[in-house]
């Protein structure tokens, strides 16, 4: 039995002692303890919470929110928006008037009736530059390429009756008055160019009637800066000069 026991204590050999016991159970209780303050710690400390929004917006300000209402009285009287019935037709802002031009039209085809100053001394220029397309157009189809001449002998024309007139007159009148004036007085010789299409004006007859032509758009012309000038007694010295430019028209349709 002693055998036994002695190969007891030499197979079970350790350096495990009590000592060694008492450490680790001092560490267990420490590491129990650490733990242990950490957890009250932990439980100390206030946790987050879920909190519904009736108390989140009873706890802050309890006054009504703002909410905009639209106004349409706001919309309809503001300076600043205008409507579009309110605008003005296209054709009046870009100075167009059909009824001034049927109203000039009708005043140079008819010589003998009396003129409207007030009419005249608007400044229209789109019955003129559609009767001096007509005119070289009708030129055209006659066989006869004269588009230059026509605005050429124009602008010179108009510039020397302005100066003419402003030298007459007192009161003095614009360019762009004389051009309409001139320009709607140019309609009779549109209809001679187109009369010249169809017929041959090289001869008694055609001579006769470029005449009788540019004595009606000379009388017309003086007719008009006579009323619109108000230089009555000088209609036949305003018609001279308006007879030789118009003279050049005719030269052009005939010959």
Not at 29 to 47: C, M
Not at 144 to 164: D, E, P, T
Not at 224 to 231: D, H, K, P, R, V
């Amino acid at each position: 039995m002693s055998n036994l026991g002695q190969f007891d204590s030499d197979f079970y050999q350790s350096n495990y002692t009590i000592d060694n016991q008492e450490q680790s159970s001092e560490d267990s209780n420490a590491y129990g303890h650490v733990y242990g303050s950490r957890k009250q710690q932990a439980s100390g400390q206030p946790q987050p919470a879920f909190v519904p929004a009736e108390m989140l917006v009873s706890s802050g300000y309890e006054g009504q929110c703002f909410q905009p209402a639209s106004n349409p009285d706001y919309y309809s009287q503001s300076s600043y928006i205008d409507s579009f019935d309110e605008e003005p037709p296209l054709l009046e802002e870009l100075g167009i008037s059909f009824d001034h031009i049927r109203q000039k039209t009708l005043t140079v085809l008819n010589p003998l009736k009396p003129a409207d100053g007030s009419i005249m001394n608007e400044t229209d220029l789109t019955g003129p530059i559609l009767f001096c397309i007509t005119l070289g157009a009708a030129l055209l189809l006659a066989g006869k390429v004269q588009f230059g001449y026509v605005y050429g002998m124009s602008a010179i024309g108009c510039l020397g009756i302005h100066a003419l007139l402003n030298l007459m007159s007192s009161s003095g009148v614009s360019y762009g008055c004389v051009a309409s004036v001139l320009g709607y007085c140019l309609l009779p010789m549109v209809m001679l160019s187109i009369c010249a299409i169809f017929l041959s004006l090289q001869g008694i007859f055609g001579t006769v009637l470029a005449l009788v032509v540019v004595g009606w758009c000379s009388l017309s012309a003086s007719k008009i800066f006579s009323s619109a000038l108000g230089m009555e007694g000088q209609q036949l010295l305003i018609a001279y000069p308006c007879a030789l430019l118009y003279g050049l028209f005719a030269l052009l349709t005939v010959f």
